[in-house]
């Protein structure tokens, strides 16, 4: 199983990005997937996380500014990021809570990461 993450880059405070992850190999099963950021210096932390059903939860300091979204033909998630600034510099880590063809558990897999950097 592999979660590629693409879509960081360096964009001016006030600027949006989009966020896209996409998880493929030999899936059965997708349930929650998320966006998890470090800062340097900092601790990963939760941006965003949306169920199999469309539900989701956002961390205090992106509400209303960035908004998660999911392709489950697809098993695609993605972040849409407004209203950016510095303080959202950071690698932006995508997660899949996956279970795959011939296991019965649900494991967390993680992508490699995406650099966001808010600059002016």
């Known amino acids: 199983v592999q979660l590629q993450a693409s879509g960081g880059g360096l964009v001016q405070p006030g600027g949006s990005l989009r966020l896209s992850c996409a998880a493929s190999g030999r899936i059965f099963r997708v349930n929650d997937m998320g966006w998890y950021r470090q800062a340097p210096g900092k601790q990963r932390e939760l941006v965003a996380r949306i169920g199999s059903g469309g539900s989701t939860n956002y961390a205090g300091s992106v509400k209303g500014r960035f908004t998660i979204s999911r392709d489950n033909a697809r098993n695609t998630v993605y972040l849409q990021m407004n209203s950016l600034n510095p303080e959202d510099t950071a690698v932006y880590y995508c997660?899949?809570?996956?279970?795959?063809?011939?296991?019965?558990?649900?494991?967390?897999?993680w992508g490699k990461g995406t650099l966001v950097t808010v600059s002016s």
């Open positions: 997660r899949g809570d996956l279970q795959t063809y011939g296991t019965s558990s649900i494991m967390a897999y």
